[in-house]
């Protein structure tokens, strides 16, 4: 049984010191590829270099949205010059962050929409970061018909509506590490109800730890306990999971 961390952040500096252990750590738990996603250019530069030091690791280049306001022609035109690198699999993260708000709303819009139509030019799926944004991101997705490239809904945290209507769009629904949380309600009755050929599994590691781990670092290797507590909520077999969603990660992405 192998599984696919959709989405984790191998730059950060919360790796710097053990990152090749931690890589390493993956394998031996099965982990057969990773996409570790940009959030910046200095973190895009260091995505790109992780992914060509390992085969099963590929990279996202984007800007999230606290970096909005650095999100300038010089930005864009890194992101566009990289793209056609063979381990570059999609653009993001990008999207809302009405929660923090660590840029203005209006820079992060326009950083989302440029990135947007980037992608649609390019021809890659998308890694969409949504927090307190639901309806702003949702319209934006419509608006720039999205559904021409697709992508995913990373780190879900809308109600089973709105993954309805992402999945209608085309867009897969990525599940992290909260999943295992006791109270985590909408997010099981999310994973309940959409099919799991719509579902990818994620870390979004170094944050968003699973319940044994809540509170300390995240790792790639801890995807598996996204993919049990899926198993355990929608009453199949977590063999079943893997091979679906890992299908799923590799249809969205183009992986071999
Ligand atoms: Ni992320």
């Not at 959709?6 to 394998?27: T, Y």
């Not at 790639?220 to 049990?228: N, Q, W």
Request: proline share 5%; net charge neutral.
């Amino acid at each position: 049984m192998t599984l696919i961390d959709s989405h984790a952040h191998l730059d950060l500096p919360e790796f710097k010191k053990d990152r090749h252990a931690v890589i390493q750590r993956a394998q031996n738990n099965g982990i057969e590829k990773i996409i570790t996603i940009g959030i910046g250019i200095r973190e895009c530069r260091q995505a790109l270099k992780i992914a060509n030091q390992y085969p099963f690791i590929y990279a996202a280049l984007g800007m999230h949205p606290h970096n909005a306001k650095d999100l300038d022609l010089q930005a864009l035109d890194f992101i566009e010059k990289n793209a056609g690198h063979a381990k570059v699999v999609g653009i993001g993260e990008m999207g809302l962050d009405f929660y923090r708000n660590l840029s203005p709303r209006e820079d992060q819009i326009r950083c989302f929409r440029a990135q947007l139509d980037l992608a649609l030019g390019l021809k890659l799926p998308v890694i969409i970061h949504d927090r307190d944004a639901h309806k702003e991101t949702v319209s934006i997705l419509r608006e720039e018909k999205t559904w021409e490239t697709g992508g995913v809904i990373h780190c879900f945290s809308g109600d089973v509506d709105m993954a309805l209507e992402c999945v209608d769009m085309g867009f897969y629904i990525s599940i992290p590490g909260t999943v295992t949380f006791k109270n985590a309600r909408t997010i099981h009755n999310v994973v309940k109800t959409v099919p799991l050929e719509n579902l990818l599994l994620e870390t979004d590691c170094p944050f968003l730890a699973p319940a044994p781990y809540r509170g300390k670092r995240n790792e790639p290797a801890y995807v598996t306990y996204v993919a049990e507590k899926i198993a355990e909520i929608k009453k199949i077999p977590l063999k079943e999971v893997a091979r679906v969603t890992t299908q799923n990660t590799k249809k969205l992405f183009s992986l071999p």
